[in-house]
Every structure is written in C-alpha cells, then in structure tokens.
C-alpha cells in the first residue's frame, strides 16, 4: 500500500497478537500519519477486522498459518517493523496506547523540517481503566521518534525490552508532550511478565558465558538487584508527595520489582555456572 499523501510523513509500525481491546484508540489516534500498519501474530480475535475498518494494512509476523504466535525476539521483531516501513520518520507506538492532539501536532512540525540526527524522547501517562497514573517511579520511554537516516537501529539481540542501537552523533531530546499507555489490572499483566521473564531465563541461562566476563556478570546482578531497590525507593517518594490516588498502584509497582529480582537471579546463575556449578 503506497504512502497516503495529505498526511503526516511518518511511519507508525505496530506489532499486535489479540490486540482489540485498545486497538481502535490506538489507530484513531494515528489517522493523520502516511504509513500506519500491523505487524500481527496471526490474532483469532477483532485485531484484523478492526484494522480494516481504518483501512490498517495487517501484515504477518511469521510465515505460519499457526495462531497466536507469541514473539520470541521483541527486538528482531521490532527491526523487522521498522524495515517494512516507507517513510524515513517512525513512531514507535504499541496497540494499547494512543498518542494526544498535542504530540501530533508536535511531530507533524518536527518531521516536516527537523534534524534527521534528532531522536526524541516521550514521556507518557499509564492508564488503568479509567484512572489516568499521573505519578509514577519513571515515566520517560525513552525514544519514539526517530530518523532512519539518523543510522538507529533496534538492537535485535534485545529479546525482552527491546532497545536501540544510537550513533554518537544523534542527539536525543525529550518531548513536553505525552502520550498514553493503557495498563491492565495486575491480575491480567501476569501472563505477559510470565513471557518475558520466560524469554529472558531462556537467553541468559542457554547461552555459554566465558570465565573471563564473570566479573560483568556479577555486576549485572548486582545492577539489576539495584534497580529493583531503586522503584521502591522512588516509588515511595512519590507517594509521600503526592499521595496514592492519582500514583501507580502498588501491585503494578511490585510487577517491576519482580522482573528486576529475576534478571538479578539469572545473571547470578550465569555467574555461578563459570565456575562449573549449577543451580
């Protein structure tokens, strides 16, 4: 499908599996870009009807008629996105968030006349039904928008929590605009951190660490041990500022916490395994 003109020049790849429940927000909020598509995990629910209502081309993740095909690589499938698209600028959105008025406004100026060596980073507002988290322990996502010809890439070798490859001449820059990212309850996110902590046990504890690098093993586990005690230090600030109502819930806070501790223990197995142990 050729690039709509009249519209904003910019891609907006964005990878779904069963995604209907935030879809439609997501693709309204969207409707004014040039090149906006699905990269799907073959969904058995309303994902791929509901593109077509917005006439949102769906493309495959997999060369399988196989349903529901989970992502075992976020980063490769995220590179595999950004390579199917047609416009030199891309937002990176998921299909549960949605972009405000006002960041579209501002990225319709910046792709028609900024810095292609420009990133720009996006803080965002968490939302848990019908309550917008105004205050958490960090609400950067880091970058959304970027230049192809900036030289960024994603880094494919990041399974879980994907990350970028950035050139040193790219300047980065943060957005006062936000979007905002649709959470579910607790009790439903347990299947998804369940995927990736299984993704990240898998990489970490399959793949052979050399004698030699146990020493950046040890201070992995000690970084991400460190991180975990650093939510809970924040998010306890943030709560005595400004209180619990409008903060992130603490069982949202907890899921993080576990993820962190769980990276900690793998890399702490990994290190242990060096010196011919197991676990």
């Known amino acids: 499908m050729p690039v709509q003109k009249n519209k904003i020049p910019c891609s907006v790849p964005i990878l779904t599996r069963n995604s209907e429940r935030y879809l439609r927000e997501c693709l309204e909020s969207v409707r004014n870009f040039a090149d906006v598509f699905l990269l799907d995990g073959n969904s058995t629910d309303s994902t791929r009807p509901i593109a077509a209502e917005f006439g949102v081309p ?3 993740q997999v060369d399988t008629e196989e349903p529901n095909v989970k992502i075992e690589n976020f980063g490769a499938m995220r590179k595999k996105a950004a390579d199917m698209t047609k416009c030199d600028w891309i937002l990176v959105l998921d299909s549960d968030e949605y972009i405000t008025p006002d960041l579209e406004r501002k990225i319709s100026k910046i792709v028609a006349g ?5 990133a720009y980073k996006v803080p965002y ?3 848990i039904g019908e309550k917008l988290v105004k205050y958490s322990f960090s609400q950067n996502s880091g970058i959304r928008l970027y230049n192809k010809k900036s030289g960024i890439i994603w880094n494919s070798r990041t399974k879980v929590h994907e990350k970028f490859l950035i050139p040193k001449h790219v300047r980065q820059v943060m957005s006062k605009h936000t979007f905002v990212s649709h959470v579910l309850p ?7 951190d369940r995927q990736y902590i299984t993704i990240a046990r898998k990489k970490m504890l399959s793949s052979e660490i050399d004698k030699k690098d146990r ?10 041990l460190g991180r975990s005690v650093n939510i809970i230090r924040k998010i ?17 806070v907890l899921r993080y916490v576990k993820y962190f501790l769980m990276i900690s223990l793998f890399r702490f197995v990994q290190f242990v395994r ?3 142990g197991s676990m």
């Open 186 to 192: 607790a009790r439903e996110c347990r299947e998804k």
């Open 125 to 127: 507002f968490m939302k």
């Open 215 to 224: 020493r950046k093993l040890l201070q992995a586990c000690f970084l991400n």
């Open 274 to 276: 060096t010196f011919g």
């Open 114 to 118: 900024s810095d292609v060596n420009m």
């Open 236 to 252: 306890m600030l943030v709560y005595a500022k400004h209180g619990y109502k409008n903060s992130l819930p603490v069982s949202q």
């Open 58 to 60: 769906v493309l495959s």
